[in-house]
């Protein structure tokens, strides 16, 4: 008799870009995670882009009788209900990215959106590779009770030969490739284990 193997649980994904510009690397990034999950995972990631261009900058006092601006309510709603976040942005500063630090804070109020979800983090850049600014997204995630996994990290450095996009802004580069597919793993492993222990 031929046994039949369980099908892995699907993660649902909220990937969240840092840059808001049309040709960001890093959507290209998320185009890339979201092809690899469809095409070489088994559909157990199940990843969306979260666009994050049409927050208003925060202000409290857009908030009215508990209710936030409709592009913050629907982009709260997006984040509530994934699983897990991907992070994928440029370093500005040796920090985080303006919108990024302005979406983690509209989620951020209560009901903090963010509260005992998973998360990963990719960037591509010069010298550090955004380093930086990931070490300070990890700081932010204590506060929101955000659970990033620590490895594999994921540093692009792009200012350099060969080159790791096309002329199109899509990630050529198979081992750039292979690395992000192992944090897609990691993130979705991580994710049914939190889960676990939660239940």
Request: glycine share 6%; with cysteine.
């Amino acid at each position: 008799m031929e046994l039949v193997r369980a099908a892995k649980p699907l993660i649902k994904v909220a990937a969240v870009c840092g840059s808001i510009r049309k040709g960001s690397l890093h959507r290209s990034l998320i185009r890339s995670a979201i092809e690899i999950s469809n095409e070489s995972m088994n559909g157990i990631l199940e990843i969306e882009y979260v666009d994050i261009s049409p927050l208003p900058m925060i202000n409290t006092d857009l908030e009215v009788d508990g209710t936030f601006p409709p592009a913050v309510e629907a982009f709260r709603n997006k984040i509530q209900q994934a699983d897990s976040i991907l992070f994928a942005s440029p370093e500005y500063n040796y920090s985080i990215s303006a919108p990024v630090k302005n979406a983690i804070d509209w989620a951020s109020r209560s009901p903090n959106c963010w509260a005992d979800k998973t998360a990963a983090i990719v960037s591509a850049g010069g010298f550090f590779g955004g380093g930086l600014w990931q070490y300070h997204l990890r700081q932010t995630g204590v506060f929101l009770d955000l659970h990033f996994i620590n490895k594999p990290e994921f540093f692009l450095h792009v200012f350099q030969p060969p080159s790791i996009f096309d002329e199109d802004g899509n990630l050529v580069d198979a081992e750039a490739k292979e690395r992000l597919k192992g944090v897609l793993k990691a993130l979705h492993a991580f994710t049914l284990r939190l889960q676990s222990n939660n239940n």
